[in-house]
């Protein structure tokens, strides 16, 4: 299996930055897809960008693309999310997830980073 560890969440006043990061280790697979998410209580997750390994092609989804950076270090088997200019509305729990290739879902999710945007 895949194992997917976030890091980096935390408080921050809004206008502020975060960066998070995603190591994945197990059965990873040599091509795949690695993606970020994030959901509120009670809300359906959201996708917000997506990575493909190894070649670095990227997706983002929505208006966080203008304020949001996704990108990998591969040697350490992590992948980024660096989030700047963000509001209260950021606030959520968010969490990668990892996709195989040929595959159209997300297999393996971590267990989240809490961002909280204060005002």
């Known amino acids: 299996q895949v194992q997917l560890v976030e890091s980096g969440g935390g408080l921050v006043q809004a206008g502020g930055s975060l960066r998070l990061s995603c190591t994945a280790s197990?059965?990873?697979?040599?091509?795949?897809?690695m993606g970020w998410f994030r959901q509120v209580p009670g809300k359906h997750r959201e996708l917000l960008a997506t990575?493909?390994?190894?070649?670095?092609?990227?997706r983002y989804e929505g208006p966080v693309k203008d304020r949001f950076t996704i990108s990998t270090d591969s040697s350490k088997n992590t992948v980024f999310l660096q989030m700047n200019s963000l509001t209260p509305e950021d606030t959520a729990l968010y969490s990668c997830?990892?996709?195989?290739?040929?595959?159209?879902?997300?297999?393996?999710w971590g267990q989240g980073t809490q961002v909280t945007v204060s005002s």
């Open positions: 197990g059965q990873i697979g040599s091509s795949h897809t």
């Open positions: 990575i493909f390994i190894p070649t670095g092609t990227i």
């Open positions: 997830a990892h996709r195989p290739r040929g595959s159209t879902t997300f297999g393996f």
